[in-house]
């Protein structure tokens, strides 16, 4: 295996043009940065299409025009830039189109700042725009697998015409890993049916997200929601650690899902019988796996970079069932793996009752280590 | 087995390149590592420091509140890491930009004019090499020759001449043993 040492932002940019990117738009925002600047040197040295917009709307409407053609295009930035991409997003969204975006998230909200965060996991898998419709959600938590989900998330979209979000945080931009990069994938010669490219004599084709007869919208909507029920059948993903006999579980994902690995395996040595479920696909959710874990778990532990998203999607999976705590730190703190030990020996001291809101639980905590300026 | 390793100082001194030879060498030497910068509005002159975790494992959290070992480049790095070092880990100092002697006792300290050393070898921004060459010989993570072969293996053909230097600024503060 030609193991590499490389930087996130840099293997997600590699992986992508491997997957046979034919075009991408963006516009620089770090942490996120270094994928752009990769690429455009790396685009223009294959003949492919590399362009600077002069906003992140410019590109997510330049990324929707290029998709129209079947092509594989895709964008990426962070945090405040994806906001402003959201409009675009939702038309893409309804105009069926595959489209990968890789989000860097930053600290939030506002400009905030650079540092990692996790604070827009609800945007990611909500879908950010105006209007019904779902996106799907990769969460990496190695430069490796940021690798192997940007070349998945290129066939999901195709297969779904779909928006595919890589959603990572400034921590896995930045840092290096020892990773192996996919081999060269012919740019795709077959395009579908659906891509609008001006053959003569075909008749004609339209890619629009404008239905403005209401039943129109309608059945739009119904099909993207079957085709969603489809998505949620099959590309559930995720990772357990030390599951088999875990009588607490910890769920984390991305950054936080390592860093709670960390602790996982301390609080093991220390006798405790905990385990770790890593969410992949943020969207869709594992909610099945979490409910089915409910039944074997005495409680559980969810730790984020942020005020408790994923949280709700736990409490969703795991119905009152058995006590949940969280974990949170918010606006591009990133917590320690002695601090997520410290909330598992908590919780495995079995005080936690069904009755308690995790959230406002934490909160009350955060508040007395932050003191009264909070 | 798991080692992290923190390496601060300011920018410009070479402490992001000295992490990243450890891990090309611990890549090299089969091992799971990470390195991860402190990024943000930094400058020339500011801190500059990053953690490199290596380990026998998959890695889980790439930074960690107490390192076991710890190279502090200037004076602002050892009073920030100083106390955060894990009991019985490893703390090289860099003499020739600081103006005080550490202070723990439960921990194993090196203290060498790094400055000073690699201005002898020809060229002070060694330094950085000579500190990375000290703490392998006192911690028991990677052998010296890993990171002369990481050197040779990894470094741009156009900077392929400073590669001696750099091997010779290992070997040249492996010479040092804590106290």
């Known amino acids: 295996m030609a193991l590499e040492l490389i930087k996130g932002n840099v293997a997600v940019a590699e992986a992508a043009v491997r997957a046979g990117l034919v075009s991408y738009f963006g516009y620089p925002i770090t942490p996120q940065t270094e994928l752009l600047e990769y690429v455009s040197a790396r685009m223009p040295e294959l003949n492919r299409a590399f362009l600077q917009a002069e906003s992140e709307l410019g590109a997510i409407n330049m990324v929707y025009g290029a998709a129209c053609t079947g092509r594989r295009t895709m964008t990426s930035s962070s945090s405040p830039g994806v906001s402003l991409m959201q409009e675009g ?22 400009l905030g700042n650079i540092a990692p965060s996790q604070a827009d996991y609800n945007q990611a898998t909500r879908g950010g725009g105006h209007g019904e419709y779902h996106q799907i959600v990769l969460a990496p938590a190695s430069v490796q697998e940021a690798i192997d989900l940007t070349t998945l998330a290129f066939d999901l979209a195709e297969k779904y015409r779909s928006v595919v979000m890589v959603l990572m945080d400034g921590s896995l931009g930045q840092m290096m890993e020892p990773a192996e990069l996919p081999p060269f994938q012919p740019i795709k010669t077959e395009i579908p049916d659906w891509a609008v490219r001006g053959i003569p004599g075909r008749g004609k084709h339209v890619l629009t997200s404008i239905n403005i007869d209401p039943p129109a919208q309608e059945r739009t909507n119904i099909r993207l929601m079957t085709r969603w029920q489809e998505i949620e059948a099959n590309e559930v993903r995720y990772k357990g650690y030390y599951l088999e006999d875990a009588e607490y579980l910890v769920v984390g994902y991305g950054t936080a899902g390592r860093i709670s690995l960390s602790a996982v395996r301390a609080a093991r040595e220390k006798g405790l019988k905990v385990g770790l479920l890593r969410p992949i696909s943020l969207a869709p959710f594992p909610y099945e796996v979490v409910s089915d874990l409910a039944e074997q778990a005495k409680a559980f532990l969810v730790v984020e970079m942020n005020n408790g998203q994923m949280l709700e ?25 002695d601090d997520v030990l410290q909330e598992i020996e908590d919780l495995a001291s079995g005080q936690l009752g069904l009755e308690e809101n995790p959230r406002d639980r934490w909160l009350a905590k955060m508040r007395v280590e932050f003191g009264t300026g909070a | 087995m798991q080692t992290e390793v923190i390496i601060s100082g300011f920018g410009g001194q070479g402490t992001l390149y000295a992490g990243q030879v450890l891990a090309y060498a611990a890549m090299d030497e089969g091992k799971q590592v990470t390195w991860f910068p402190s990024y943000g509005p930094e400058m020339r002159g500011g801190t500059a420091n990053c953690t490199v975790v290596i380990s026998d494992e998959e890695i889980g959290s790439p930074t960690v509140k107490y ?45 060498l004019p790094a400055n000073e050393i690699a201005q002898e070898i020809g060229n002070e921004r060694a330094a950085n090499m000579v500190m990375l060459g000290a703490l392998l010989a006192n911690i028991d993570i990677l052998p010296i020759e890993a990171l002369e072969k990481a050197l040779k293996n990894h470094t741009a053909q156009r900077l392929q001449k400073f590669v001696e230097m750099n091997i010779q600024a290992l070997r040249r503060g492996g010479e040092y043993r804590a106290a």
């Open chain 1, 313 to 337: 999607d736990v409490r969703l999976a795991v119905a009152n069932r058995k006590p949940i705590a969280f974990y949170g730190r918010m606006g591009g703190t990133v917590p320690f793996a």
């Open chain 1, 89 to 110: 997003l939702s038309y893409i969204s309804c105009t069926e189109l595959p489209v990968v975006v890789v989000d860097v998230v930053r600290g939030g909200p506002g």
């Open chain 2, 67 to 111: 390192p076991k070992a710890v190279l502090a480049l200037n004076l602002p790095s050892l009073d920030k890491y100083e106390d955060m070092i894990a009991p019985g880990g490893c703390l090289v100092v860099n003499e020739s930009m600081v103006n005080r002697k550490p202070e723990r006792t439960d921990i194993r300290v090196v203290i």
